[in-house]
């Protein structure tokens, strides 16, 4: 439980960061998808439930902000956490380049889906620019930032599991 309650804290501080904090900040081409990055670990590294918990939590905190149907993010969310948590087969922690070809295909999704249902259908058809000014920016951006944080998200969710087993024990006065 105490492990459901930060990884919601830490996803309300990444969609903070995302929201307000990096697209003021000069030097970024294109600000990092934090959500993505928390839901793609939670699902390949805890698997499937938790993977669609976290990806409602950040898909319903992307609908409250940006306009439109709301239930658009939080579908696209759900569906990247269940993809990614069907991925937990293929987990070993020792493993870093697997992650990046799963953070790269949800982040290209991501993309993709939102050209199609936010673009293409208002008649926009400008794939290449879509492509070279928004999509592989972001893409390159969200890999850089992965590598910074796809450690540290294993190592204090490892942590988190441990402090949650050892709760357990104690709770049944061994």
Known sequence: MRRIIVNIAF????????????????FLYAAPNLLIILTFTYGFSLGVEEGMLYGIICGIL??????????????????????????????????IFLPFIVCTISEIMYNVFIYIFRFFIREKYDVLYYL?????PEVIITLIFTLLLY????????????????????DKGF
């Open 132 to 136: 070279k000014n928004i999509v592989i």
């Open 11 to 26: 996803i309300i501080f990444a969609f903070s960061l995302q929201i307000c904090i990096f697209p003021f900040i000069p």
């Open 62 to 95: 992307m609908d409250l902000y940006f306009s439109g149907p709301f239930g658009f993010f939080t579908l696209l969310f759900l569906w990247i956490g269940f993809v990614n948590g069907k991925l937990t087969a293929y987990f070993y922690e020792e493993y």
């Open 151 to 170: 450690r540290f998200l294993l190592w204090y969710n490892k942590k988190l599991r441990v402090l949650d087993s050892r709760g357990k024990i104690s």
